[in-house]
């Protein structure tokens, strides 16, 4: 029978040390929620209960994760993608509400777009309904020219003329606050998911494992 709702995410052996503080999270503030983790070639056991292989592709980890939210649009009607760096901090129901037909719901990179003088979106938190055409645009593009990051194919798609609102809707920041937010003063005051993206950001999830 396919899910109504399902979260996921994903990781192969060099970011699966993260997934202990992802799912503690998650789990924490959304104990009733179906989580699926795409297994992109880990090297332990964790989860074992919520795991799905995609072990034989030979895409990067971040060009996996189209491919990942794809599978699970067979499983489920609504998707969320998370990435395994984020802490959520809170119930997550209502980001459904954001989702709209036949689009990627995303938060703007305020930082991002700020920094480059165009609008970006960012791909650690992603939410939709069934299968929006976008998602296998995404995943091909990825297929064709994997030399930059999966945020950055999307960009592509969908920065010429009005494809970006066509394809994509905002979800309100506070369901990916991202750690340049923290250091521009542009973070909103409900942060529901911590994005703790980068190097630094690593560093501070390790910190905070070890504490």
Known sequence: ????????????FRT???LPFFVNNFKKHNPDARL??????METSLYPEM?????GATEKGWFMKPRAMATASVMADHVCWLDTDCEVRANLDGIWDHVEPNKLAMVEDVPWSTRRGEVWHNSGVVAFSHRPNILDEWYAAVNNNPIQGDQEVLHEIVKIGLRRSI???????????????????????DIKIMHWTGQLGKTHIRKIMND
């Open 1 to 12: 029978m396919k899910l109504s709702k399902v979260f996921i995410t994903g990781c192969d």
């Open 16 to 18: 699966e040390w993260q």
């Open 36 to 41: 699926m983790i795409f297994d992109f070639g």
């Open 51 to 55: 795991r799905k292989s995609l072990r």
């Open 167 to 189: 394809h994509i809707t905002s979800l309100p920041r506070e369901y990916n606050t991202l750690r340049l937010d923290l250091l521009d003063g542009t973070s909103p005051s």
